[in-house]
């Protein structure tokens, strides 16, 4: 390799390097496991679910994903019954961001038929979901256009999300525990939260019944 073609290969590996270091610097970082319970609630609260993804563990957003383009996919399956086409035609803009993502048809449909015969066994959905968006780079840009396009199927429906709260914080280690209180029907609920420390930043581990019930 020539003089020039050397210090040409090594001005791109450090362009990589400085571009790989200032995007890990925008990444943001929760000191506490407090914090990312905090930036969870407000981004489930304002819809904003690209941001939801960053505050959750790889393995629960990859799990909080595969369960929005299962649940895509689910509908889908329906809009092949409205011999009105109209409903198809109101699922371009998903069909657009599933293809965009690199997630087929054919496997988007024989996952959701796997899915149904898992009969809400989180394990299995889990697994199923997991294979279905192995194509897919940008998770939680692909999150966050699914669920405003999902949402947007029933503008009229509104959601109103209780406010939660976190106590009983213990951490250990790399890990964490604490218990999650909302308001629900003027009855508070209370639900076992986890959190792991990745890369100096903690996350939120949904718990597994959160997608359905465990076998």
């Known amino acids: 390799m020539t003089t020039p073609r050397i210090l040409l290969t090594a001005a791109l590996f450090a362009a990589v390097a400085v571009f790989a270091a200032r995007a890990e610097d925008k990444e ?13 609630n407000k981004a489930i609260k304002d819809k904003d679910w690209k941001a939801a993804y960053g505050t959750l563990t790889p393995e629960s957003g990859d799990r909080l994903l595969g369960m929005v383009v299962l649940g895509a996919g689910t509908i889908k399956t329906f809009a092949k019954l409205d011999t009105s086409g109209k409903l198809a035609e109101k699922l371009k803009p998903i069909d657009e961001l599933l293809t965009k993502a ?24 889990a697994e199923i979901a997991k294979k279905l968006i192995e194509p897919v780079k940008d998770k939680a840009t692909l999150l966050g256009g699914l669920m405003k396009e999902m949402e947007g199927l029933n503008p009229n429906k509104k959601q109103d999300t ?6 009983d914080v213990k951490v250990d280690g790399d890990t964490a525990t604490g218990t999650s209180v ?22 939120v581990e949904l718990p597994e019944d959160a997608f359905g019930k465990k076998k």
């Open 28 to 40: 943001t970082k929760f000191e506490k496991p407090e914090d990312a319970f905090e930036a969870l």
């Open 102 to 125: 690199g997630i087929k048809e054919d496997a988007l449909e024989e996952k959701v038929k796997e899915a149904a015969e898992a009969k809400g066994d989180s394990k299995k959905t």
């Open 182 to 203: 909302a308001k629900k029907d003027d009855k508070e609920e209370e639900t076992k939260i986890k959190f792991k420390k990745i890369k100096e930043s903690w996350r």
């Open 162 to 167: 209780p406010a939660a709260k976190l106590k």
